[in-house]
Nanobody, 115 residues
Framework: QVLLVESGGGLVQPGGSLRLSCSVSGIIFGIYTMGWYRQGPGKERELVAT???????NYVDSAKGRFTISRDNAKNTVYLQMNSLKFEDTAVYYCNRPTSVFNPWGQGTQVTVSS
């Protein structure tokens, strides 16, 4: 069974930075495209960034230029570096595949942007 464990969230002021990590076990991690999702208060879960097994990345428009997704296949971990954080980035962040998601989802990590 796949285990997804997100970490690295916290409380940060607008303009600040956070680095999220997602440790993945139970699969051959390196062959899968992975993504970061977020679900803000009262909002649907949205896919924010993806990274292929070869390292190609893609971002939702609101994340372009501010967020960077990366992966370390040796550590079975995917990261999300978030800079220039805004109030609207407040959400619970999850990692998973962009399609044919793994179940169960991880618990997520809370990111709160507040002054």
């Amino acid at each position: 069974q796949v285990l997804l464990v997100e970490s690295g969230g916290g409380l940060v002021q607008p303009g600040g930075s956070l680095r999220l990590s997602c440790s993945v076990s139970g699969i051959i991690f390196g062959i899968y495209t992975m993504g970061w999702y977020r679900q803000g208060p009262g909002k649907e879960r949205e896919l924010v960034a993806t990274i292929t097994s070869g390292g190609s990345t893609n971002y939702v428009d609101s994340a372009k230029g501010r967020f960077t997704i990366s992966r370390d296949n040796a550590k079975n971990t995917v990261y999300l570096q978030m800079n220039s954080l805004k109030f609207e980035d407040t959400a619970v962040y999850y990692c998973n595949r962009p399609t044919s998601v793994f179940n169960p989802w991880g618990q997520g990590t809370q990111v709160t942007v507040s002054s």
